[in-house]
């Protein structure tokens, strides 16, 4: 069965440094996402991609981070300053039709920023 | 920003019991997903609800959205150990990103 998958699956960086977290969606889908959970913290959502650009982002998605697909399977997430408050499991999700689209998730990547 | 609202936050009860959880907003969603996340993993999808009124079953797992779509509620026959976790109602609201409720720990006990 079709999954996505996330790497690193742990990122341990200290503060100021840049990260980039991986994610292979599920090949047939279109339609990508970021969420992020802080420990013990609802899954919010970052950013989705749709066609090369960013379709929405929430007021977490700032200036600090940016998403990019740089070939047909790779969908990137990039902390270009991180902060300790970044500290959290980041999950990546796609789907194949946007709206009432059912999202797939990956099993997440835990940054963690010392 | 519409709000997901979950209840009960915590539920331990013993195996073979029957249990719902709630799933509550004050707006309309074009749809609801129910998940089930285990510690340090992704949510897993359980079922999307479309239609108001909807009931869809899944084993001993029972769904239902609410007729004015603000609502949806899990059913769980006869609980089992296996069903422990961390269920999550989500969903598409009208001109919104996708958001997820809370969740509502379950703890089921052999």
């Known amino acids: 069965e079709p999954e996505v998958t996330q790497t690193p699956s742990h990122q341990v960086t200290q503060m100021g440094q840049e990260v980039i977290l991986r994610c292979v969606p599920i090949?047939?889908?279109?339609?990508f996402y970021w969420y992020r959970q802080i420990l013990g913290q609802k899954v919010e959502f970052l950013v989705s991609?749709?066609?090369?650009?960013?379709?929405?982002k929430s007021e977490i998605f700032d200036d600090q981070f940016s998403v990019e697909r740089p070939d047909g399977s790779n969908f990137t997430l990039k902390i270009r300053s991180t902060k300790l408050e970044d500290s959290a499991m980041y999950f990546c999700a796609s789907s194949s039709q946007k709206g009432r689209g059912e999202q797939y998730f990956g099993p997440g990547t835990r940054l963690t920023v010392t | 920003t519409q709000l997901l609202e979950q209840s009960p936050q915590f539920l331990s009860i013993q195996e073979g019991e029957n249990l719902t959880v709630y799933c509550n907003s004050s707006?309309?969603?074009?749809?609801l997903q129910w998940y089930r996340q285990e510690p340090g993993e992704g949510p897993v999808l359980l079922v999307t609800?479309?239609?108001?009124?909807e009931v869809k079953k899944l084993k001993r797992l029972t769904f239902q959205f609410g007729d004015a779509r603000k609502d949806s509620s899990l059913h769980i026959t006869a609980a089992q150990p296996g069903d422990t976790g961390l269920y999550l109602c989500a969903g598409w609201g009208y001109g919104q990103n996708f958001v997820f409720g809370p969740g509502t720990r379950l703890s089921v006990l052999p």
């Open positions: 090949s047939n889908h279109l339609y």
């Open positions: 609800v479309v239609t108001g009124g």
């Open positions: 707006s309309v969603f074009s749809s």
């Open positions: 991609f749709y066609n090369n650009e960013i379709s929405e």
